[in-house]
C-alpha cells in the first residue's frame, strides 16, 4: 500500500464500514488516478469532501436521534418509514434497504 492510498484510506473512515467494503477500492482508484502519479496524500479539499460525504452516509443509515433513542432506551420499534431518507427497516428481516 503506497503512501497516497494510505492517506486515501484514512480519510475513507468517515464512511461506515459496511460502505468502505464494497467501495473503497474504486474510490481509492478515481481519487488516485486524479492527482496523477507524483502525488503523496490527498489535498486538503478532496479529505474535506470525503470527510462530509461519509457523515453524510452515516447520517442517512439510522433513524432521527429521538426515533433511535426510543429505540435503544425504551425499547420501541422503529416505524417502517422514517421521513428521513431511502433506508428503513424492511418488513420483518430485520435488515436495510436501499
Do not use: I, K, N
Request: with cysteine; net charge positive.
Amino acid at each position: 500500500m503506497t503512501t497516497f492510498e494510505r492517506s486515501v484510506a484514512f480519510w475513507l473512515r468517515a464512511y461506515p464500514r459496511r460502505w468502505r467494503q464494497v467501495r473503497a477500492a474504486e474510490v481509492t482508484a478515481v481519487l488516485a488516478d486524479l492527482a496523477g502519479p507524483a502525488a503523496r496524500r490527498l489535498d486538503g479539499r478532496t479529505a474535506l469532501g470525503l470527510v462530509r460525504g461519509g457523515w453524510a452516509t452515516r447520517w442517512r443509515e439510522h433513524p432521527p436521534p429521538l426515533l433511535w433513542w426510543r429505540y435503544r432506551v425504551l425499547r420501541r420499534r422503529l416505524p417502517r418509514r422514517t421521513g428521513r431518507g431511502p433506508v428503513t427497516m424492511s418488513r420483518g428481516s430485520g435488515s436495510r434497504c436501499g
